[in-house]
């Protein structure tokens, strides 16, 4: 059983750039969130998608935006970054049952976005 | 979800019981409380979670208060391991999104 994995471990945009960050879920789990954690902070919940469809947003901007595919792996898009975009970017991947209840999350070990 | 109080930090000396309390006292009914844990440089790792009895798994033992405003996250015997920021979270269980704290940094001393 393979874990939750992310790419690339790091990354360093400029300013108005466009990123795209990936992340493979667990085998046999069909929900994935993104968070976002600042330095020195707890993670903050950007969004989550369950089976292909976007299901909760936190407290982000449009140009924060994702996907899921067919296989539960996800992608997440950042337009037009910001300095204060720059963060350790955190997906984690469970089991949801169509009859409601969740199992724990698992995360992947982040990508570290560094924005100019 | 309800609002989590922990102290920001806490030091333990190696092969002693670690005791990390959270406060939670606006935490309804249906709100399960959950532990996670961040090891420098990596992603949070569950722990455990509980709603109104005390656990037990593995890696710690969750104990809840009866009026369920507290709980108390026990490491029986901690190591240089467990060094480590530790978050309490409560939640309604169906849900998935966790609604991160500050959460308390253990360091595990030889």
């Known amino acids: 059983e393979t874990g939750v994995t992310q790419s690339p471990t790091h990354l360093i945009k400029t300013r108005g750039q466009q990123v795209t960050l990936r992340c493979s879920s667990q085998s046999g789990h069909n929900t994935v969130s993104w968070y976002q954690q600042a330095l020195g902070q707890g993670p903050q919940f950007i969004f989550q998608?369950?089976?292909?469809?976007?299901?909760g947003r936190g407290n982000f901007p449009p140009r924060f935006s994702g996907l899921q595919f067919p296989n539960y792996s996800s992608e997440l898009n950042v337009n037009a970054l910001e300095l204060d975009d720059s963060a350790l970017y955190l997906c984690?991947?469970?089991?949801?049952?169509?009859?409601?209840?969740?199992?724990?999350?698992?995360f992947g070990p982040g990508t570290r976005l560094t924005v100019l | 979800d309800a609002k989590t109080t922990q102290p920001p930090s806490m030091d333990c000396a190696e092969g002693r019981a670690a005791n990390l309390p959270c406060n939670h006292s606006t935490i309804s009914g249906n709100e399960y409380v959950y532990w996670y844990r961040q090891i420098h440089s990596q992603g949070p790792q569950y722990i455990i979670h509980g709603l109104k009895n005390n656990e037990t798994n593995e890696m710690a033992s969750l104990i809840i208060t009866e009026d369920r405003k507290s709980s108390t996250l026990i490491l029986p015997h901690a190591t240089l391991r467990d060094t480590a920021v530790y978050y309490c979270i409560v939640r309604v269980g169906a849900g998935n999104m966790l609604t991160f704290g500050g959460g308390t940094r253990l360091m595990v001393k030889p």
């Open positions: 998608y369950y089976r292909e469809e976007e299901n």
């Open positions: 984690a991947s469970s089991f949801s049952r169509t009859s409601g209840g969740a199992d724990e999350q698992f």
